[in-house]
């Protein structure tokens, strides 16, 4: 009995005399992250979405080269702003369906040109109406079907000769919508949408505690991972090496490198909007966070000086060879968002919303 309190007073004051272990403010590392990331990302993706609405309709009003051109050039910052906040599976863009209004991609049924197809032929015979549109299949609502009607072949064709109106109907109510759900996102995560993510508890509906919220941005930076690793690429590169481009992410458009890219940053971005300091104020010796950041920094280097397209780099050997390994380089990426950083931080594991995708 006298040596089993003699330990249990030695156990006590080792851990008197031990230096605490740091804590990580979690209600402030939700607020930086989105404030610095979440926010910021959602006003940029309506800010490009309202250019393309202007693009478009611009276009329509008088279809000329010049005009299809700066069309196209809206399209291509809408891609990249969407980029930028597609691994935010969370949210008001949860609600109503609105991620798959926007992006309706995998499309592995081609959903989007059996739509696209209906809804043209509708429009040449009627103008669209708004609120049928909106209420009608998310798969034409958005970015994909856009792409088709601004650099399918056929499409282009008959929109530049003004061949019936049903094409630049369904283009404008695309874009129209874009718009409007970019405003709503941009200011819903300006406002009420803040406030289960930043007061949590156990009257929301949302969120308990401020360590459920950090869970799920957290699981964002592994999830956009994994979608760039899974999705851009996997679909696109077989395991006995042959390359399927026609599963490409924009690959009509030639953009889908840029896409690749862009998410690779906006994952860098969520990083360094708060997880990096957290994990300075865990990690005595800064080891964790210098991987993820050398990890990031080496994925993005791969892509470097590879253009946009991605069906062009699938064809070239070398390409094939730096998109090769920058999967094996997500791998590791993903291993440390999804086990360290997340076992750091003392959160469990983690839903990816990107699962069954």
């Keep these: 009995m006298v040596r089993r309190v003699a330990v249990l007073l030695a156990g006590m004051l080792l851990a008197w005399a031990a230096p605490a272990r740091a804590q990580v403010d979690l209600p402030a590392l939700n607020a930086a992250l989105i404030d610095g990331h979440v926010a910021p990302g959602y006003a940029r993706f309506a800010t490009a979405a309202d250019g393309l609405d202007d693009a478009v309709g611009a276009l ?5 080269e010049a005009g299809l051109a700066a069309a196209r ?12 906040v597609q691994h935010l599976r969370l949210g008001p863009v949860e609600a109503d369906n609105r991620y798959h209004r926007i992006d309706h991609w995998p499309d592995r049924k081609n959903a989007v040109g059996r739509h696209l197809a209906r809804a043209v032929d509708q429009a040449d015979q ?4 708004p609120d049928r549109f909106r209420q009608g299949s998310v798969a034409v609502q958005g970015l994909p079907a856009l792409e088709r009607l601004l650099y399918g072949p056929d499409h282009v064709a008959a929109l530049m000769a003004g061949t019936g109106p049903g094409r630049c109907r369904v283009a404008t109510a695309i874009t129209a919508n874009l718009a409007a759900l970019g405003g709503q996102l941009a200011a819903e995560w300006a406002g009420p949408a803040r406030r289960p993510f930043l007061h949590p508890g156990p009257g929301e509906a949302l969120y308990r505690t401020p360590k459920e919220v950090t869970g799920d941005l957290v699981g964002a930076f592994g999830a956009g991972v994994e979608m760039i690793r899974d999705l851009k690429l996997g679909r696109v590169l077989a395991a006995d090496g042959a390359t399927r481009p026609q599963r490409g992410e924009w690959r009509r458009a030639g953009l889908g490198l840029l896409a690749l890219r862009d998410s690779l940053k906006a994952q860098a971005d969520l990083f360094h909007a708060g997880l990096d300091t957290a994990l300075e104020t865990l990690d005595d010796d800064g080891a964790l966070g210098e991987a993820i950041q050398s990890e990031l920094a080496a994925a993005l280097r791969l892509t470097e000086d590879l253009g946009d397209d991605l069906t062009a780099v699938l064809a070239d050997p070398d390409g094939q060879r730096r998109l090769a390994l920058l999967s094996s380089q997500l791998s590791g990426l993903k291993e440390l968002a999804a086990g360290d950083l997340r076992g750091a931080l003392g959160l469990g594991i983690g839903f990816n919303a990107f699962d069954g995708d």
Excluded: Q
């Design 73 to 84: 050039a809206a399209f291509r910052g809408a891609v990249a702003a969407w980029s930028g």
């Design 126 to 129: 009627a103008p669209v109406d």
């Design 60 to 64: 329509c009003a008088a279809p000329t």
